[in-house]
T-cell receptor, first 109, second 115 residues
Framework: QQPVQSPQAVILREGEDAVINCSSS?????VHWYRQKHGEAPVFLMI?????EQKGHDKISASFNEKKQQSSLYLTASQLSYSGTYFC??????????FGTGTRLTVIP | NAGVTQTPKFQVLKTGQSMTLQCAQD?????MSWYRQDPGMGLRLIHY???????DQGEVPNGYNVSRSTTEDFPLRLLSAAPSQTSVYFC??????????????FGAGSRLTVL
């Protein structure tokens, strides 16, 4: 039931852009995005509900294609602080949030 | 306001021993859950609860028990520890699923090693 994330890892230079994709085999009620710094707990970034909306958080935004059961996270003009592992979480309407295997993002100067 | 508190932060067990990971939240969240995190596997749901007295299994429940006697507490019990249960465990809580507000707040994690 875990959604599939890609890529597994990406290395960026400061100022470059990145896209992280998340897809599910089940119909989605919502998609969540979390970021986890090394040795810390995951922290909520944003939630996208059914309706194909796009949300933004500073220079990080996301889209949700309900028909394709896919979501993408866009990181624009990356900063060193963006480094970490990004997880998408899929909520299928049952009482659960299932997470993908994560995308490790490294931003270098 | 402490959020989600997990104890202990670190624990080493021998195979066959039992232990309880404690989780408490002070946000009056109805929904609580336990995840385990292993390298390359992401976060996998072990057990969850939608309110006091109600618990259910997640993706990987075998070898674990939970109970929810109060809204605040959701302990995870390892009945007979096995090396395969070596992992980092996260407790998380939220106002509830299906409401568009199922935003999880995670505890700091408990690193368990089973020898």
């Amino acid at each position: 039931q875990q959604p599939v994330q890609s890529p597994q890892a990406v290395i960026l230079r400061e100022g470059e852009d990145a896209v992280i994709n998340c897809s599910s085999s089940k119909a989605l009620y919502s998609v969540h995005w979390y970021r986890q710094k090394h040795g810390e707990a995951p922290v909520f970034l944003m939630i996208l509900l059914k309706g194909g909306e796009q949300k933004g958080h500073d220079k990080i935004s996301a889209s949700f294609n309900e028909k394709k059961q896919q979501s993408s996270l866009y990181l624009t003009a990356s900063q060193l602080s963006y480094s970490g592992t990004y997880f998408c979480g899929s909520e299928t309407g049952a009482n659960n949030l299932f997470f993908g295997t994560g995308t490790r993002l490294t931003v270098i100067p | 306001n402490a959020g989600v508190t997990q104890t202990p932060k670190f624990q080493v067990l021998k195979t066959g021993q039992s232990m309880t990971l404690q989780c408490a939240q002070d946000m009056n969240h109805e929904y609580m859950s336990w995840y385990r995190q292993d390298p390359g596997m992401g976060l996998r749901l072990i057990h969850y609860s939608v309110g006091a007295g109600i618990t259910d299994q997640g993706e990987v429940p075998n070898g674990y028990n939970v109970s929810r006697s109060t809204t605040e507490d959701f302990p995870l019990r390892l009945l007979s520890a096995a090396p395969s249960q070596t992992s980092v465990y996260f407790c998380a809580s939220s106002y509830g699923p299906g409401s568009g507000a199922n935003v999880l707040t995670f505890g700091a994690g408990s690193r368990l090693t089973v020898l």
